[in-house]
């Protein structure tokens, strides 16, 4: 199993320190990729933890004031990439396009996208789930070789479910993850979207979910070992 923590804007200096030294202390088989923010990926370290980042920018190193290039994530040691969070296409207002731009310049420098797309509650309602979803994901791995789209991990968040506590049915994930893996077979297709500790046993009776991306239950490496031994039992 993948588990990505997303740490969002969240933890000061002192607050990650604290959180880092827990986290060390927590006990899994699965996979653990850690994605704090750009202040505290220079603060992680150990083998115990992969780092990720929570995004990268389309560009190389340049003249691009506030960018992070996918050359200087490379050299911090981050070996994945969050990429079109819906919070990034909503408050950033990033497009298909960019999300595109930016995997390349991630698979150029040897880094793992973990590429996020879903739908909103208007568009489940409308019955746009697979139209809205095929359209992410077949922008994203434009110009892409089949070798280099087999590196994406994609991870299905629903937007209407991130932070509500509600989650989609199992029959609903099971239809659209089998949609996913379908157009993307040899891909890891992730569930995020309240994802916790209290669902984990309901959510754990799917079979084609290869993991998981965690927003708030990141924060709480408490819960985090509860779902995770719930996970793993």
Known sequence: MIVALNNKSNLNRQEFKKYFKELNNIKTKSTLILCPTFMNICLTYGDKLLIGSQNV?????????????????????????????????EYQRESLDDINEKIKKLIENNITPILCIGETLEERNSNQVEDVLEAELLTAIRGLEAKEKSKIIVAYEPIW????????TLEEIDKVFTFIKKKFPENKVLYGGSANEKNVDELKKSSLIDGYLLGGLSLKPKELQIFLNKLEK
């Open 57 to 89: 920018s389309k560009n190389d190193n340049g003249a691009y004031t506030g960018e992070i290039s996918a050359k200087q994530l490379k050299d911090d040691n981050v070996k994945y990439a969050i990429v079109g969070h819906s919070e990034r296409r």
């Open 161 to 168: 479910s991130i932070g509500t506590g509600v989650i989609p």
